[in-house]
Nanobody
Framework: QVQLVESGGGLVQPGGSLRLSCAAS????????MGWYRQAPGKERELAAT???????NYADSVKGRFTISRDNAKNTVNLQMNSLKPEDTAVYYC????????WGQGTLVTVSS
């Protein structure tokens, strides 16, 4: 049984920064891909960024140059550094983990507003 614990998120002004973290714990972990998806009000869940165990990174076009994803394979953690935040980044951000199956975190709200 794999558990995901998310931290970070909150309210920030436009142009500000936030950092999201997600830690996976449990037995027989064989994590392939970790990352973050987000869901804005009234919209479908979409990719923000993912990183494979080999370090291959994928960013949504809308966050390229502003968000940075990183991962610690030994600790099974993934972080998302979000800079130059915009109001349209407001969403619930979900940690995503793919092993032999897919797991989702409970979600953490990021609100970008003045």
């Amino acid at each position: 049984q794999v558990q995901l614990v998310e931290s970070g998120g909150g309210l920030v002004q436009p142009g500000g920064s936030l950092r999201l973290s997600c830690a996976a714990s449990g037995s027989n972990l064989d994590i392939r891909t970790m990352g973050w998806y987000r869901q804005a009000p009234g919209k479908e869940r979409e990719l923000a960024a993912t990183i494979t165990d080999g370090g291959r990174i994928n960013y949504a076009d809308s966050v390229k140059g502003r968000f940075t994803i990183s991962r610690d394979n030994a600790k099974n953690t993934v972080n998302l550094q979000m800079n130059s935040l915009k109001p349209e980044d407001t969403a619930v951000y979900y940690c995503y983990v793919r092993t032999y199956y897919i797991l989702w975190g409970q979600g953490t709200l990021v609100t970008v507003s003045s």
